[in-house]
């Protein structure tokens, strides 16, 4: 199953490997879980908070409200865990809920547009595995400016956009499982994806984003 | 293609989503049109920051609030579900006593009152027993010696989650218990000990024999903490204090706080650094409370039980583990700095790499080694090796020392010191030589002399030649 095999990508935890569970913790835990056992609830809350703030922080590009927005989520998951069948990993099903919560997040924001924040990258650094060598101040500040870039041309698309293109271009993930996430079906994630692409692009490039379908491949930059 | 290049197909070109032919084609187009080259740029640029932005780590946020806002809200959710499940039968009666009630007061009716109306003054929630306090665990964190938990040596001592009903007993050892944040106690040697109850409303110790050091972080309102000993209740809300209890007596003494010691027939009070003995069979309220001595009150510091910070017995046993220290004797030991008393003992870490210490025949800490620790069951050992007997050639390696002084280049050190007046001054040194001659440390632990004279002396001693002769480690003070 499509849910089942993907999320080695969607689990990760950069601060650790609390979220990796095996099949048979995982199915202990969720038991104990919808036994109302708080001690599990903990662990749950103690095993997945970081992978929970790290999504949505990721999706958001801002950490505003990252709090109630955890608090959001591992509500959601509580009350939902009497529902949850496990046909998918407990961290698949806690990323779905991530992103629902960061939609709704974006959603607000779209209808309150004083409260735009865009990221606040500076806060956290990036992984220094990933450089090889002490990075220099200017090309600090010239990834920050270009992460900020990004972020400011996500806000522009519209929320059910963003989220695809987010997990798509972002995340890696393939059609089916964003399908999964977004509880939709692959080929209007598909449609999706090619609308939201093209939209960001074109922002990124420096275009105004287009209101009305674009002309095609051969458009003027 | 014609025309300019759409900005998405750079970014398909980036993450190698396009055909050799029309890579080739894209790329010809961009030498040749700026623009697009310029779009390229820019979407290139975004692109790799799409690695970084995969790889921000997760923010710090006040997890703790978070969890506390979670639970209070689930559990929130859950009692109003819970009031508003109505006992199957409660309406049918609510409905009949009104009925009941309605034809007395107002004789016979044509109708039957409506249920609906009565049912939302009567139906009142039926009043819910208390549900029972949450039951606490316990974890060991620390042990050395013999442990018995319920009259068996548990091969898994750290992995046992210690509840209600528990007995735990030493032999020449003793075991620190964790069961809270900041709250542990200590069982010392050829102590035994009941967890009478153990939740969160109360927690009640028996001791029957033994010596129990506790400390407790402060109880909020509700709460007790108890220690039965004999005839004697010891009770606290927020201290550190040691009950030593046997046939004969009862000795309570407190470090820090305040402790209620009650019998049948009243109550003393013992505050901060004193201390009460109850001979067994005498009343409490006639004993004095007497002031600790410095001596016991260093007692009382050194065993101060061991708690971990961040209290959360399910996390603990799955990301901890115990480290074995293994010594020839005992010895007092160190682990990361922190103090852990005599080993042989086994002490809970959470994985990584742990430097241990222990002290020598003076009672000086020495780095023993370093270990790592991974998150399993069995945690880790370190053995460390015995210290090497005290040497017996401090004579004659002291003599060497004193004939092999450079005099003329020692002379030439104190040369400033002389011509300023100053005599009668000093340098003492401890140094260790082995059976080879070579000197394994030589330190300068205390002297008169200025900083650059005193390492000037230094460098003198240090060009001491020893020839072959028994080790020796020994504390010289040379009078210049």
């Not at chain 2, 993450?15 to 080259?37: K, T, W």
């Not at chain 2, 009460?276 to 001596?295: I, K, N, T, Y």
Request: proline fraction near 6%.
């Amino acid at each position: 199953m499509a849910a089942q095999v993907m999320l080695g990508r969607v689990k990760r935890d950069t601060t650790g490997s609390l979220a990796t569970l095996g099949p048979a913790d995982e199915a202990d835990l969720i038991a104990r879980c919808k036994a109302d056992d708080r001690a599990a609830h903990d662990e749950l809350y103690h095993r997945f908070r970081r992978q929970a703030a790290g999504n949505l922080y990721r999706v958001l590009g801002d950490r505003t409200d990252l709090d109630d927005l955890v608090q959001e989520v591992f509500v959601i998951a509580f009350r939902g865990l009497e529902r949850f069948r496990g046909d998918a990993r407990l961290s698949t099903w806690l990323y779905r809920i991530c992103v629902n919560v960061a939609l709704g997040k974006i959603r607000t924001r779209k209808r309150r547009p004083a409260a735009i924040g865009v990221a606040d990258l500076d806060a956290t650094s990036a992984d220094p595995s990933l450089t090889e060598r002490p990075e220099t101040p200017d090309r600090t500040l010239e990834r920050r400016q270009e992460q900020e870039r990004v972020y400011k041309a996500l806000e522009l698309l519209a929320p059910k956009k963003r989220i695809v293109l987010y997990l798509h271009e972002i995340e890696g993930l393939d059609l089916k499982e964003i399908a999964y996430l977004v509880d939709s079906n692959p080929v209007t994630v598909r449609t999706r994806l090619f609308y939201a692409r093209r939209e960001f692009y074109r922002i990124i490039a420096g275009e105004d984003p287009p209101d009305k379908p674009a002309a095609g491949e051969g458009g003027e930059p | 293609m014609s025309g300019h290049v759409a900005p998405h197909r750079w970014a398909d070109l980036w993450a190698g989503r396009v055909g050799e032919p029309e890579r080739g084609v894209m790329e010809r187009h961009a030498q040749s049109c700026r623009a697009c080259a310029r779009v390229r740029q820019r979407v290139t640029r975004a692109s790799d920051s799409f690695t970084t932005i995969r790889t921000q780590p997760a923010p710090e946020v006040s997890w703790d609030a978070i969890r506390a806002r979670v639970h209070w809200s689930v559990s929130t959710q859950r009692r109003a579900a819970h009031r508003h499940r109505r006992p199957a039968y409660g309406w049918l009666a609510g409905a009949l006593a009104t009925g009941i009630a309605v034809a007395l007061v107002s004789g016979p009716a044509p109708t039957p009152a409506p249920a609906s109306q009565p049912i939302a003054k009567q139906d009142q929630p039926a009043p819910q027993p208390a549900p029972p306090p949450a039951a606490l665990v316990g974890l060991v964190s620390r042990a050395s010696g013999d442990v018995m938990v319920d009259g068996v040596r548990p091969a898994d001592l750290f992995a046992r989650r210690l509840t209600a009903g528990s007995v735990i007993a030493t032999a020449e050892g003793r075991v620190d218990l964790q069961f809270g944040d900041k709250s542990a106690f200590s069982l010392g040697p050829r102590s035994t000990i009941e967890l009478r109850r153990f939740d969160a409303q109360t927690i009640e110790l028996a001791i029957n024999d033994g010596t129990v050091d506790v400390v407790v972080a402060p109880r909020t309102g509700g709460q007790r903490f108890l220690v039965d000993a004999g005839d004697q209740v010891v009770e606290v809300r927020g201290t550190q204090f040691r009950v030593a209890h046997d046939k004969s007596a009862t000795t309570v003494a407190c470090r820090h706080g305040l402790v209620a010691v009650s019998d049948g027939t009243g109550k003393v009070l013992v505050g901060a650094a004193r201390r009460v003995h109850v001979a067994s069979g005498s009343p409490v309220s006639s004993e004095p409370v007497v002031a600790l001595s410095s001596d016991e009150l260093a007692t009382l510091a050194q065993a101060t039980p061991l708690a971990l910070p961040l209290w959360d017995p399910a996390a603990l046993v799955q990301n901890s583990a115990p480290l074995e220290i293994a010594t020839s004797g005992h010895r007092d030991v160190r682990v990361d700095g922190l103090e852990l008393g005599l080993a042989p003992l086994r002490v809970r870490v959470m994985p990584g790499r742990h430097t241990v210490e222990t002290a020598d025949s003076a009672g000086r800490f020495r780095r023993a080694g370093w270990v790592d620790v991974a998150a399993t069951p069995h945690g880790a050992r370190l053995e460390i090796p015995a210290e090497p007997p005290p040497t017996s050639g401090i004579t004659e390696r002291r003599h060497q020392l004193h004939t092999g002084i450079d005099q003329p280049r020692l002379g030439r050190c104190m040369r400033s010191i002389a011509k300023a007046g100053l005599t009668g001054t000093y340098v003492q040194v401890e140094l260790a030589v082995d059976a080879q001659g070579a000197v394994g440390f030589l330190n300068v632990i205390d002297t008169d002399l200025p900083s650059a004279t005193a390492s000037c002396v230094r460098e003198v001693l240090a060009d001491v030649r020893f020839g072959r002769g028994a080790a020796a480690t020994w504390r010289e003070r040379i009078d210049l």
